[in-house]
């Protein structure tokens, strides 16, 4: 079950990066469907060309003391 549950929230995460998708920009059932919709077209074209492109999806989190010692090494 937390495995399931963790690719839902990486997909969450994924979209409210990637769309910003916090709230809706239109008002109407029908516009923020079709954002929506929109919205999750655009990140199954940003899966399709990592997939392609041989580029793996972030499945872990780096934390921000990790990324600084990262970038203070090179």
Same mark, same amino acid.
Request: aromatic share 6%.
């Given at each position: 079950?937390?495995? *399931? !549950? =963790? ?5 969450? !995460?994924?979209? %409210?990066? %990637?769309?910003?998708?916090?709230? =809706?920009?239109? !008002?109407? *059932? ?6 929506h %919709? ?8 940003? +899966? ?8 793996? *999806?972030?499945?872990? !989190?780096?934390?921000?003391? =990790?990324?600084?010692?990262? +970038?203070?090494?090179?």
């Amino acid at each position: 079950d937390y495995a *399931l !549950r =963790a690719g839902v929230e990486g997909t969450i !995460r994924q979209a %409210v990066a %990637v769309t910003d998708l916090h709230q =809706a920009r239109y !008002r109407g *059932l029908a516009k923020t469907h079709l954002e929506h %919709v929109y919205s999750a077209v655009a990140l199954n074209l940003i +899966r399709l060309d990592a997939w392609w492109n041989g580029h793996p *999806l972030d499945r872990t !989190r780096t934390s921000h003391l =990790a990324r600084l010692e990262l +970038r203070l090494a090179a």
